[in-house]
C-alpha cells in the first residue's frame, strides 16, 4: 500500500495536546510522522486545507444486529455508517441472535469485521446467558476471545447478587463492565420519559429515578469489588451528581452520553421538523428515554468537564416496520453513528462545547476510558506508531440529515430535516480511504 501524506489541515490530536496546522504521513498501516511540511515522493497526498484532521473516532456502544437481525443492519452495512461518520473503531453490543454470550458469535462478528476492512470491530461480550439475567456467561472464555468489555446493554441484570459475581469476574480478567441503568421495577412499562410531555400525550413514562436508583446499587457493587463499572448511556442530572462524587472517591467508574441525550429532550417525542399532523414520533423512542431539558444540559455540562468520559453513539439501527407503528409498540432506538459528529458540532457553534473538548470526547476519551491502548497501541491518537487512522472533516459545513441517505440500513432518527454542523469529508482506516463525501444535488 502506498505511503498517505494528509496535508494542510488543522489537526487536532487531544491525546498528545497537539492543535496545529501540520501534515500527517500515514505509512505501513500506522502514523509515520506528525509535523510541518512533510514530504514523501511516494505518498499519495490528501489536501485537508481549511479542515480539520483528527484521529479516527471511537465508538464504544454500537449495536451492528449481526447475527440475527441482518434486515436492520449487518456488520458490513454498520461499518460502512461508521466510515461515513467518521468511526474507525466500534465496539459492538453482544444483543445480536443469538447474543455473543459465546465466543462463536464473538468470532463470527469479528470475521465478518475483517472481511468488510471499513473499520475495526472491538467485540463487547455479554455479561449473563443469553441476556436472560439469570446465570452468568462464560466471562473467562469470552475475554479470551478478545471482548473488550462486558455488557447486557438494553437490559439491566436486575438480580443485584448475579451483578456481584459478574464484577468480581470482570474485575479478575481486567475488562469494563458496561451497565445498562435502568431498573425495570421503576420502569413498568414506561415508553417515554415521566415527565410533562408523558403526560399530555397520555404516553405511560418511565421516571429518571429508574435511572439514578440502578447507578446507585451498581456504584455500591463497583466499591464493594473494586472493578471497573462503565455507566452507558447516561441521561439524568442526578446520575452525572453520583458518577462525580463516585470518581473523587476514587472508584475505577467510566461513563458515555449520547449525541441525542446531549442534543434533544423529551419534547422530541412531539416536535420533529419534517413530520406535521402526528401526535408522536416513534423515531425518538429510545432507552433511556430522552430527558428533561435540565437533565440534557446536566450531560453536556458532565462531558464537557470531563465527569462523563466519551460520546459513545447508541447507534441501534431498525427498520421502517419496526417504527411505523404506535408508540408502545416502536422497537427502542436511534441510527446514531452517521449523524454524531454533526449534533456535537451543533453542540459547538452553541457554545456548548469547544472544538478540541468534542474531538476528545470522540478520540482520547474513549481510549482512555476502556484502556484501549493495551489492546490497539496508540488508538484513539496520531502519536507516530498509532494505526493509521484518521477523520478529515469541515467543523464549519452544515448539512441536513436525510436519513434516506444513510449508509446504515437503519434510518430511524429523530434528527431527520434537521440542520446539523460538522461534514466528514475523508475516513482513513488502516493507512486506506474508506470514506470519501461525495455532494449531492
Ligand atoms: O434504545 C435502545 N435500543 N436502547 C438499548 O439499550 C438497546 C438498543 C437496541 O438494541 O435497539
Known amino acids: 500500500m502506498r505511503a498517505l501524506l494528509v496535508r494542510g489541515g488543522r489537526v487536532i490530536d487531544p491525546a498528545s495536546a497537539v492543535d496545529a496546522r501540520v501534515d500527517v504521513l500515514l505509512r505501513?498501516?500506522?502514523?509515520?510522522?506528525v509535523g510541518p511540511a512533510l514530504a514523501d515522493p511516494g505518498a499519495d497526498v490528501l489536501d485537508a486545507t481549511g479542515a480539520v484532521v483528527a484521529p479516527g473516532f471511537i465508538d464504544l456502544h454500537t449495536h451492528l444486529r449481526e447475527p440475527g437481525d441482518e434486515h436492520k443492519e449487518t456488520v458490513a452495512s454498520g461499518l460502512a455508517a461508521a466510515a461515513a461518520g467518521g468511526f474507525t473503531t466500534v465496539c459492538a453490543m453482544p444483543n445480536t441472535r443469538p447474543p455473543a454470550d459465546d465466543p462463536a458469535v464473538v468470532r463470527t462478528v469479528l470475521?465478518?469485521?475483517?472481511?468488510?476492512?471499513?473499520a475495526r470491530v472491538l467485540p463487547i461480550g455479554a455479561v449473563t446467558r443469553d441476556r436472560a439475567g439469570r446465570a452468568l456467561a462464560d466471562l473467562a472464555e469470552l475475554a479470551a476471545a478478545g471482548c473488550v468489555a462486558f455488557s447486557d446493554d438494553g437490559a439491566y441484570v436486575a438480580d443485584a447478587a448475579l451483578m456481584r459475581s459478574a464484577l468480581e469476574w470482570a474485575r479478575a480478567l481486567g475488562v469494563p463492565l458496561s451497565d445498562h441503568c435502568e431498573d425495570p421495577a421503576l420502569v413498568r412499562g414506561g415508553t417515554m420519559n415521566e415527565g410533562p410531555v408523558s403526560a399530555r400525550l397520555?404516553?405511560?413514562?418511565?421516571?429518571?429515578?429508574?435511572?439514578?436508583?440502578?447507578?446507585?446499587?451498581?456504584?455500591a457493587l463497583a466499591a464493594l469489588t473494586d472493578a471497573h463499572l462503565h455507566i452507558a448511556h447516561v441521561s439524568t442530572a442526578a446520575a452525572c451528581d453520583l458518577i462525580a462524587t463516585a470518581k473523587a472517591r476514587g472508584l475505577h467508574v467510566t461513563a458515555e452520553v449520547t449525541p441525542h441525550h446531549c442534543f434533544l429532550t423529551e419534547r422530541a417525542v412531539m416536535e420533529r421538523a419534517d413530520v406535521e399532523g402526528l401526535a408522536y414520533d416513534t423515531d425518538a423512542r429510545v432507552n433511556p428515554p430522552l430527558r428533561s431539558e435540565s437533565d440534557r444540559r446536566a450531560c453536556l455540562e458532565a462531558l464537557r468537564a470531563g465527569v462523563i468520559d466519551c460520546v459513545a453513539t447508541d447507534h441501534a439501527p431498525h427498520a421502517r416496520t419496526d417504527k411505523w407503528c404506535e408508540f408502545d409498540r416502536a422497537a427502542p432506538g436511534i441510527s446514531g453513528l452517521e449523524t454524531a459528529l454533526g449534533v456535537l458540532g451543533a453542540l459547538v457553534a452553541q457554545g456548548a462545547l469547544d472544538l478540541p473538548t468534542a474531538v476528545a470526547r470522540l478520540t482520547a476519551g474513549p481510549a482512555r476510558a476502556w484502556d484501549l491502548g493495551r489492546r490497539v497501541p496508540g488508538i484513539g491518537s496520531l502519536r507516530p506508531g498509532a494505526p493509521a487512522d484518521l477523520v478529515v472533516f469541515d467543523a464549519a459545513r452544515e448539512w441536513m440529515v436525510h436519513p434516506a441517505r444513510f449508509r446504515s440500513r437503519g434510518r430511524n432518527t429523530p434528527l431527520a430535516g434537521r440542520a446539523l454542523r460538522g461534514l466528514v469529508l475523508t475516513t482513513v482506516h488502516g493507512g486506506r480511504v474508506v470514506y470519501r463525501h461525495e455532494e449531492q444535488g
Open 111 to 118: 470475521e465478518l469485521a475483517s472481511a468488510s476492512g471499513l
Open 202 to 219: 397520555g404516553l405511560p413514562g418511565a421516571p429518571g429515578a429508574a435511572e439514578v436508583a440502578a447507578v446507585a446499587r451498581d456504584l
Open 28 to 33: 505501513d498501516g500506522t502514523v509515520a510522522a
